[in-house]
């Protein structure tokens, strides 16, 4: 069974920096892709950073120059860095991740969405 475990939300001072994790667990062939994504509430959740197979990177505009997404191919495992925080950073924290399994149905393999469980990172002084 396929599992995306996240880590290292928290409650962090503006200015201040954490670190996210997200390890995929499981039997699978590959990651296609994997991104971050946020929601505060009341607002509706929004993609923050994406890394592809070939390691490109997209942000959303509000956190670019501030937050980097990385992944450690060998671990399975997307992180991000997210640095000079701010109020408006306050959110659950999900990964995403895009992976190619076996479909014993089909005799091929496919791609599969996944989410992670979701961490709590809150900005406040």
């Known amino acids: 069974q396929v599992q995306l475990v996240e880590s290292g939300g928290g409650l962090v001072q503006p200015g201040g920096s954490l670190r996210l994790s997200c390890a995929v667990s499981g039997s699978i062939r590959s990651i296609n892709a994997e991104g971050w994504y946020r929601q505060a509430p009341g607002k509706q959740r929004e993609l923050v950073a994406a890394i592809d197979s070939g390691g490109s990177t997209n942000y959303v505009d509000s956190v670019k120059g501030r937050f980097t997404i990385s992944r450690d191919n060998a671990k399975n495992t997307v992180y991000l860095q997210m640095n000079s925080l701010k109020p408006e950073d306050t959110a659950v924290y999900y990964c995403?991740?895009?992976?190619?399994?076996?479909?014993?149905?089909?005799?091929?393999?496919?791609?599969?969405?996944?989410w992670g469980q979701g961490t709590q990172v809150t900005v406040s002084s």
């Open positions: 995403n991740a895009d992976l190619w399994q076996f479909d014993s149905g089909s005799g091929s393999y496919s791609l599969y969405d996944y």
